[in-house]
């Protein structure tokens, strides 16, 4: 979204935040202006927070924090885990 300064662009979201809360899991993510280049970045970013994903974390530890975070979920892992993975590691690959 783009907007003039103080038009509103972050109250909207608030307020959508707000009313799509209702039943059902809200993840929320940042960009960041030195990241405007690489637009996986608050994508890459979501992920990692959501599994709790550290920098540090080798593809063993990821792969495990992903899966079984899938799991908890209750969902069919083999379609998304690969996809999750690989956004992990690309998140760490920028970081390095
Ligand atoms: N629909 C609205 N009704 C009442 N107040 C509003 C509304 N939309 C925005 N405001 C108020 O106007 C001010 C600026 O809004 P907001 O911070 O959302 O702008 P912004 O577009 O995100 O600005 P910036 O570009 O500086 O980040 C805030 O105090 C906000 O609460
Ligand atoms: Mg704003």
Known sequence: ????????????????NAVSRRGCMVLETFSVSHGKSFAYLPLIELVKNYFRIQ??????????????????????????????LYLSELGSAFQR
């Open 55 to 84: 920098n540090q974390d080798d593809e063993r530890q990821r792969h495990e924090k992903v899966a079984g975070r899938m799991l908890i979920l209750g969902r069919t892992i083999d379609d998304v885990l690969p996809s999750m």
């Open 1 to 16: 979204m783009v907007g003039e300064a103080g038009v509103g662009k972050s109250r909207l979201f608030r307020d959508f």
